[in-house]
């Protein structure tokens, strides 16, 4: 198992697969399989196989109960999730009493059947300005350093400045769609503020300093 992770983490540094097999000391063949094994199911892809024997039975009600909860939203069942892991539906499948254990390889070839991803999702958006080209042209262009397609000088400063987004109350303006064989769940990128508690700071790219904090408390307003 070290070793499995010591390869995913070498592959996660741009090493090839002869690179990392040369550092290990494994065929390149195996480094290729675990990788494509941890592609497709994570860590739950880094377990050993099952011993050759007999597999467990398990009735088709229980795989059919468990597609059906890999299909829903997790806060429907008041889970602090935004959508379902495959060790979270492991989890789930074994609080709900449906099976007393079962692996995550076990639970990711019953999906696998019907193409059901609850971890992915999708997200769409419609933009509605006219000019968000433009607009969107000028802020990639500050990120080259440049203005007006001229070099920004010795001088020129571009200040940036952002929030601690990931704790805001956010609402949807359309719900979101669960996932669905052969369709990954659909989130609508739109959204309402709820309010938030964020800390505010700075950055100075060029310089790359930190002007911390600049306003350390924040009531939400509509502005």
Partial sequence: MVVRAKAILLAAQGLRNDQIADRISLPRQIISKWRKRFFEERLDGLENLPVPGVRPFFPPELVMQVKALACELPYQHGLPLSRYSGRDLVREVARRGLVASISGQT????????????????????????????????????????????????????????EKTSIQARLRLHPTVPPQPQQAMRVEFEYERGGALALYGGLGRAARESLWPLRNYHRHRTL
């Fill in 107 to 162: 639970l990711w070839r019953w999906l696998d059947q019907d193409a059901i991803r609850p971890w992915q999702h999708r997200s769409w958006i419609f933009p509605r300005d006219s000019d968000f080209q433009a607009k969107a042209e000028r802020v990639s262009d500050l990120y080259q350093g440049l203005w007006d397609h001229q070099a920004l000088g010795a001088d020129d400063y571009i200040i940036s400045a952002d």
